[in-house]
């Protein structure tokens, strides 16, 4: 079977992670970039030896020799970029969230179930084993039924400091949290309630807390602070607990089990999201775009998230925005 000729459109600091795991699968061609920043691409496509390059988006997608590509980009520019890749034939692997807007979203699910080519929203936290082992556990009946969910996702100021200025806590982080508390209560939401508070000055709040309740009669809290202290030595901190009527589930997704002390400071390096192994990117990047590419070339169905799933994230994490702007609390 021929190899997978594939392209980037967006090469960021996770543009960049997607073609350091791409490069190095087998399966896999990596043959074309995009960013309308010239002097990233030429530094990115010559680290890689990628031949085409492309200051234009749609210059790629035009390009037939491309199979399937990875949307890596600014939240509000997904549907414009969705839409257009999955017209011009190609399979799509785009990074959450789906999109910025509900309305949005729906443009991409419709030109998704519209499309030859095969769609996934990059939703990597279900990709990640210890959330997997604890959908297993789940599924299998031994905690009971549901309660209460508490998710933590925090990350430290400077970080916060990068982002706030285009995308929100709630929106940024909470939606992963939002699709796994989903995933595993397989129940929709009924309401939001949430609250924010814009510290640094940022055009986004630093904090956010957000009260789901799910028609299951389950409650979901969520927690995402882009203020921790800059010398935080986690860079993700990220822990879950889940309540059922039986038993209970603890995940600490923050703390990939490795501290190290040196001349730089104490620090926890990240061990599974996308860790580097022997010359490799692996991990749960790793696990997650291998499944795309798999489902691509032996064209198996994608149903370990489907489009459906990713907009019911977008419209909750929409609702919690509006309930911060209001005050009130929305229903779905």
């Known amino acids: 079977m021929k190899k997978l000729r594939y392209g980037i459109i967006g090469i960021g600091f996770f543009g960049e992670k997607h073609a350091e795991v791409l490069s190095g699968m087998p399966e896999v061609e990596l ?9 990233r691409l030429a530094q990115v496509a010559d680290r890689f030896h990628i031949p085409k390059r492309y200051g234009n988006y749609l210059d790629l997608l035009n390009d037939p020799d491309i199979d399937a590509v990875s949307i890596v980009t600014h939240v509000d520019q997904h549907a414009e970029m969705a839409e257009a890749a999955l017209q011009a034939g190609k399979h799509v692997f785009l990074e959450k969230p789906m999109a910025d807007t ?3 979203g729906r443009r991409i699910v419709d030109a998704a179930g519209k499309a030859k080519g095969k769609f996934m929203t990059g939703h990597i936290c279900r990709f990640d084993s210890r959330m997997a082992e604890a959908k297993k556990v789940v599924e299998a009946g031994k905690i009971g039924r549901i309660v209460s969910i508490h998710a933590t996702r925090n990350l430290p100021v400077n970080i916060g400091a990068e982002v706030l200025d285009k995308i929100s806590p709630i929106a940024g982080d909470g939606v992963h949290d939002t699709d796994l508390m989903l995933w595993l209560t ?3 939401i009924r309401s939001a309630y949430a609250m924010s508070r814009n510290i ?8 956010g807390w957000v009260m789901y309740e799910f028609q299951s009669g389950a409650i979901g809290v969520l927690e995402c602070i882009w203020m921790l ?7 993700i901190d990220a822990r879950m607990e889940i309540i059922g009527t039986a038993g209970a589930i ?30 490799r990117r692996l991990g749960a990047l790793f696990a997650e775009l291998s499944y795309f590419v798999n489902c691509v070339r032996q064209d198996i169905t994608i149903d370990v998230i489907t489009p459906a799933e990713s907009l019911a ?11 911060c702007a209001t005050g009130e ?3 779905l």
């Open 200 to 207: 640094h000055n940022h055009k986004h709040p630093d904090l």
């Open 329 to 331: 609390r929305i229903s």
């Open 313 to 323: 994230a977008v419209e909750a994490v929409m609702a919690a925005e509006k309930s």
């Open 31 to 39: 043959v074309a970039l995009s960013s309308r920043r010239l002097d």
């Open 186 to 188: 397989q129940s929709p």
């Open 250 to 279: 603890y995940v600490n997704a923050g703390y990939g089990g490795v501290q190290v002390n040196d001349i730089d400071g104490f620090s926890q390096p990240d061990t599974m999201y996308w860790p580097e192994v022997h010359g």
């Open 102 to 104: 509900v309305e949005n």
């Open 229 to 235: 202290p800059e010398n935080t030595p986690f860079k």
